[in-house]
């Protein structure tokens, strides 16, 4: 299931590979854009901003700088500028790794587990003593355990994830730290695909890379407790059920009800199922909102994103469309029937 923002993003993205796309033999309007969009890039790097959105920053000028042919075609001079901006980043997000988890774990090179680093078995380690209270991290961990084949330690961070007294996912907290880095630059010479969207450029740029880059793999968390029994099963279904009830995205609400659906009761699946009407209706509700709504709305939704996620931001959107934050009684999913809940 895709976020709202993640579908308004689209059409950005589809005009600015600025953190995600690095086409080849481009035209020299595209070659221009792309330029325009670097440049925009390397100004948001130069400006003040905290180690998190160095790591993210760093890892988006490294993609935009694309391959050899990509890079023989840029100014020699904003090529070698980006590089060293680029290396100032690393060595500023490398300082300060180890004092954050969510900025350790933007470094950690550990999957797929053929391509592992020297230093993932510490950086795993390290995030474990870093992980403390927050579930999410230790449900990161559970992720890499699975991937690198550790039973043992899989179980351990179900354990500690279920029994910890917080979730708190990454994205807002990565989202918050590039946004307040990006709306220091103006965008205003930066080309864009739709006139009539309004979402502002800096939150536009920094959430397509906080959703590229700092969305954990969650497929290692469904399988194996989609398929776990014992004492793992309970330990997944009361992740599971934090997700559903604490989750700050609309992704956590579906993978929960991956997994409550098969280790759930009646009750907790009849609960999984009201919440994923309730995503849906944002989804529809929400729909062309990049053109309904004006940049302010739009920064209060931006804000709201990063301290509280995109739950709370869905409700700043809609209080300002006048629709109701969740879905009247008589509403459906596009495709459903009115009995099929």
């Known amino acids: 299931m895709k976020s709202v923002f993640a579908m308004l993003l689209s059409g950005l993205l589809a005009a600015a590979p600025a953190a995600v796309r690095a086409d080849a033999a481009p035209d020299a309007a595209s070659r221009a854009?792309?330029?325009?969009?670097?440049?925009?890039?390397?100004?948001?790097?130069?400006?003040?901003?905290?180690?998190?959105?160095?790591?993210?920053?760093?890892?988006?000028?490294?993609?935009?700088?694309?391959?050899?042919?990509?890079?023989?075609?840029?100014?020699?001079?904003?090529?070698a500028r980006v590089q060293v901006v680029q290396g100032q980043l690393e060595a500023?997000?490398?300082?300060?790794?180890?004092?954050?988890?969510?900025?350790?774990?933007?470094?950690?090179?550990?999957?797929?587990?053929?391509?592992?680093?020297?230093?993932?078995?510490?950086?795993?380690?390290?995030?474990?003593?870093?992980?403390?209270?927050?579930?999410?991290?230790?449900?990161a961990l559970m992720g890499h355990?699975?991937?690198?084949?550790?039973?043992?330690?899989?179980?351990?961070e179900a354990r500690l994830a279920a029994?910890?007294?917080e979730y708190r996912h990454d994205v807002p907290k990565v989202f918050g730290s590039l946004y307040?880095?990006?709306?220091?630059?103006?965008?205003?010479?930066?080309?864009?695909?739709?006139?009539?969207?309004?979402?502002?450029?800096?939150?536009?740029?920094?959430?397509?890379?906080?959703?590229?880059?700092?969305?954990?793999?969650?497929?290692?968390?469904?399988?194996?407790?989609?398929?776990?029994?014992?004492?793992?099963?309970?330990?997944?279904?009361?992740?599971?059920?934090?997700?559903?009830?604490?989750?700050?995205?609309?992704?956590?609400?579906?993978i929960a009800a991956a997994v409550i659906e098969v280790h759930g009761d009646e009750a907790l699946k009849a609960e999984a199922r009201r919440r994923q009407r309730e995503m849906a209706w944002h989804f529809e509700s929400l729909r062309g909102a990049e053109l309904r709504l004006d940049e302010r709305q739009w920064r209060e939704y931006l804000d709201a994103y990063a301290e509280g996620g995109e739950l709370a931001a869905f409700r700043v959107a809609h209080a300002y469309l006048g629709r109701p934050a969740l879905p009247p009684d008589d509403w459906n999913p596009p495709g459903e029937s009115a009995g099929a809940r």
Do not use: K
């Open 33 to 79: 854009s792309e330029d325009a969009w670097l440049r925009y890039h390397l100004a948001v790097a130069e400006s003040p901003g905290d180690a998190l959105s160095d790591a993210y920053l760093a890892r988006s000028l490294e993609m935009m700088q694309g391959d050899e042919a990509r890079q023989a075609a840029l100014d020699p001079a904003l090529l």
């Open 92 to 139: 500023r997000a490398a300082a300060a790794r180890n004092d954050d988890a969510t900025l350790l774990l933007s470094q950690m090179r550990c999957l797929p587990a053929s391509r592992a680093n020297a230093t993932c078995e510490a950086d795993l380690a390290r995030l474990a003593e870093l992980a403390g209270d927050n579930a999410y991290h230790h449900f």
């Open 145 to 156: 355990a699975w991937a690198l084949g550790d039973a043992e330690g899989f179980l351990r």
């Open 163 to 165: 029994e910890a007294p």
């Open 180 to 254: 307040r880095r990006y709306s220091q630059v103006p965008a205003h010479d930066l080309a864009r695909p739709d006139p009539g969207n309004r979402i502002p450029v800096a939150g536009m740029s920094a959430m397509s890379l906080a959703a590229a880059l700092a969305l954990p793999a969650y497929q290692h968390f469904v399988q194996p407790c989609r398929e776990a029994e014992g004492e793992l099963q309970g330990h997944c279904l009361a992740i599971a059920t934090r997700m559903l009830r604490e989750g700050q995205l609309a992704l956590d609400v579906s």
